[in-house]
């Protein structure tokens, strides 16, 4: 196609200075009357050239080959070199030496000093060698022409001819001949082959050992995504780690580093090794390497864990297949299997599985229990799990919080004795006189087994999901004590320590759920306390502390590393009440996820189990009060009080229920009632007689209504 070429050229008359410009002109199909400078256009293919992909790959290619060779020849030489001298044992030496192990070093001493004897008895044997090489070429020759003439003897006498007796001894020197012509023919060739064919040995041996940098390497070696892991991938990738004396240590070791790894062994989506560090290599120095370590091995960092076991100085690394933990883990059994019945005492909740794909089951037995985490990453539905399987004993008593409201928790309406939903600091008093009402309880179960240790009660489970918002809410009692705080006057406070401290021994147990843990929305003192802490991703590591301790974290566990957003439902547990590998302090497990439908299937399950519960679900407190008789109240004797002075009022005394009220909700009562507030001096006051009248109207209302 042809292209619009610009060309410049001036008007026929010469324009004035500093008048007329260059006139640019565009001529279809023309042909370039200037070309472009050489110079531009090599410049330009030699830009195209090296940004194209095919040189790319081209350069790689060379630079690999060419790599190839020259590393292949350098292992070559030293093996060669190994197999002369004893640097291998020294090796040996020094990586038992680095190790610690003093008996494996003197072993290889003596293995050296065998070495060494012999090859001095070979250098030995060197001196006298010359002399018995030509003795035995002597006897050599002379045995080898007497048993060619007896041969020819042979033949004579049996052909008559006396010319026999030599036909072997020429045959054979005919021979000798041949094969130095042969190699006349063959040397000239050789020599000049020789050297490729050595180079392509050497090629060999670089090609097999990948002896080339990361960036020459063939597309799907230098990705490696998916590579299966061995023992030189797992011993590079600590090699590489950046700890300088780890890696010089692996240097010093005669096998590589290949003594460090135990075996590796296949562990549910992916593989588990235990590295044994050498002396002088801390475990908490590899802990804080995981990114790295993971890109080392070709892996993203959330797929691989590493944990501390009981055997000193090794560390536990379980390597995930890449892209393994992406994958969903299918539904729970809960949904699958709708036999499936609870045991509060000797059962298992199906909770999840853990990174090998085992089943992850969790017991409840007289255990307080703490799900924390960042919002919308899955705690509610983990909590909501465990519940669901447990209201399939019929022995349990629910009594549940939700101080989220938006219905996470409406299934257990006829399994809960107690349902409260609502995000407000009214549903957060009535969370907290739940929890006070079950401290009460538990305070009843105490004495009566005091006066009967054979008595028995039904299991409690105390539910509060949204903790925080208890614990933070500024409201006051009419004693005065704050309802929420981290503080000895808390209430909420107060009453969740009581419940962990002694509710287990009578079966009060206390579950909560909570985000974002702090100081502040969740005290040392109540997170201490629970028997099994869960958390799903949280922001910090201090946050992972708050949320399942300081010995776990330290241990290895590393909720602050899941992915946001994208490892919902995946919880690190510390808990004896869930099986843990040995060694150590916690287990990451990837729970089920019951959507509300089949939870409301589950729930149904488990209300035909029950003989009929009644639920009592918060209410209002609104209707429970009346709020014109209340501002009646307040106001007393005076004629008049403000509009602030009678919310102020209001708020002492019902702090529930009129703390979120203001002057526009004032007005609106009044006016409701045929009555406002009016100003005084300029400023807005309520009438001790206007409520009044309000009051008489309404009831004389109220009466009509009646009378009809």
């Known amino acids: 196609m042809s292209e619009n070429v610009v060309h410049l050229h001036k008007p026929t008359d010469p324009p004035a200075p500093d008048t007329a410009p260059t006139v640019l002109t565009v001529v279809p199909d023309a042909t370039p009357t200037r070309p472009v400078p050489l110079w531009v256009r090599s410049g330009r293919a030699i830009k195209t050239g090296v940004t194209h992909e095919r040189t790319k790959s081209t350069v790689r290619a060379v630079a690999r080959h060419s790599l190839y060779t020259l590393n292949g020849g350098r292992i070559v030489t030293r093996r060669a070199w190994d197999g002369r001298t004893g640097s291998r044992y020294e090796r040996m030496i020094r990586a038992a030496e680095a190790a610690g192990n003093l008996e494996a070093a003197e072993e290889w001493e003596e293995r050296l000093q065998r070495f060494r004897a012999a090859r001095h008895h070979r250098r030995m044997d060197l001196l006298h060698s010359p002399v018995e090489a030509a003795k035995g070429v002597a006897v050599g020759a002379g045995m080898s ?5 007896a041969l020819g003897v042979v033949m004579a006498i049996n052909t008559g001819h006396v010319g026999d007796v030599i036909t072997p001894l020429s045959a054979t020197v005919d021979f000798i001949a041949l094969l130095i012509r042969i190699v006349q023919v063959v040397w000239g060739p050789a020599l000049t082959i020789g050297p490729f064919l050595a180079l392509l040995a050497l090629w060999s041996v670089g090609r097999k050992q990948h002896a080339a940098p990361a960036w020459a390497l063939p597309a799907n070696v230098r990705g490696g995504e998916g590579e299966p892991i061995t023992p030189s991938i797992v011993v590079k990738a600590l090699r590489d780690l950046g700890v300088p004396a780890l890696a010089r240590a692996i240097k010093e070791m005669g096998d590589a580093g290949a003594s ?132 399939l004993d019929r022995t349990v008593q629910f009594w549940i919080a939700d101080l989220k409201g938006v219905g996470d928790w409406a299934p257990f309406d006829g399994i809960a004795k107690v349902l409260i939903e609502g995000p407000s600091d009214s549903h957060c008093i009535q969370a907290t006189e739940m929890v006070e009402d079950a401290v009460e309880e538990m305070n009843r179960r105490i004495e009566a087994v005091r006066k009967d240790p054979s008595l028995v009660f039904a299991p409690l489970i105390v539910l509060v999901d949204e903790a925080q918002k208890a614990f933070m809410c500024p409201a006051k009692g009419e004693d005065g004590r704050p309802y929420g705080g981290a503080k000895a006057t808390s209430r909420y406070f ?37 028997h099994t802490r869960a958390s799903l991703v949280v922001g910090t590591e201090s946050q992972a502390e708050m949320a399942l301790g300081a010995k776990a974290v330290n241990a290895g566990a590393a909720p602050h590393l899941l992915r946001q957003g994208l490892d919902k439902g995946t919880l690190v547990v510390a808990s004896d009440g869930i099986a843990i590998p040995a060694g150590q302090s916690s287990i990451t497990v990837r729970t089920h996820f019951i959507d509300d439908e089949p939870a409301a299937e589950i729930a149904a399950r488990a209300k035909a189990l029950r003989d009929g519960v009644t639920t009592l679900r918060a209410i209002e407190r609104d209707e429970e009060r009346d709020p014109l008789a209340d501002v009646a109240a307040v106001i007393g004797d005076a004629a008049r009080l403000r509009t602030d002075e009678v919310l102020k009022r209001l708020h002492t005394l019902d702090t529930a229920v009129y703390r979120e009220w203001n002057n526009v909700r004032l007005k609106r009562l009044l006016e409701e009632h045929g009555e406002e507030p009016r100003k005084s001096h300029g400023v807005m006051v309520v009438r001790r007689d206007d409520v009044a009248r309000a009051l008489a109207n309404r009831d004389a209302d109220g009466s009509a209504s009646a009378a009809e």
């Not at 022409?145 to 003439?149: E, H, K, P, S």
């Not at 864990?305 to 890449?322: G, K, M, N, Y």
């Not at 985000?515 to 109540?526: A, F, I, R, S, Y």
């Open 145 to 149: 022409i007497g048993v060619l003439v």
């Open 260 to 391: 460090m790894l135990g075996p590796i062994r296949i562990a549910g989506c992916g593989v588990e090794v235990d590295v044994t560090l050498p002396s002088g290599v801390a475990t908490n120095e590899v802990q804080k390497k995981r990114r790295k370590l993971a890109e080392n091995l070709t892996r993203h960092e959330h797929e691989v864990f590493i944990t501390i076991p009981e055997a000193a100085r090794t560390v536990r690394l379980w390597i995930a297949d890449s892209g393994a933990l992406d994958e969903p883990i299918g539904p729970s059994p809960l949904v699958t299997d709708e036999t499936l019945t609870a045991n509060y005492k000797t059962g298992r909740a199906p909770w999840g599985q853990d990174l090998r794909g085992d089943a992850a089951e969790l017991s409840v037995y007289q255990r307080h229990l703490l799900v924390t985490g960042l919002s919308n990453q899955g705690k509610t539905a983990a909590l909501r799990a465990l519940a669901l399987w447990l209201a």
């Open 494 to 530: 107060m009453a969740v320590r009581e419940i962990h401290n002694q509710g287990r021994a009578v079966d009060v147990l206390m579950w909560q759920g909570t985000q974002d843990p702090t100081d502040q929305n969740l005290p040392k003192l109540v997170r201490e306390g629970a």
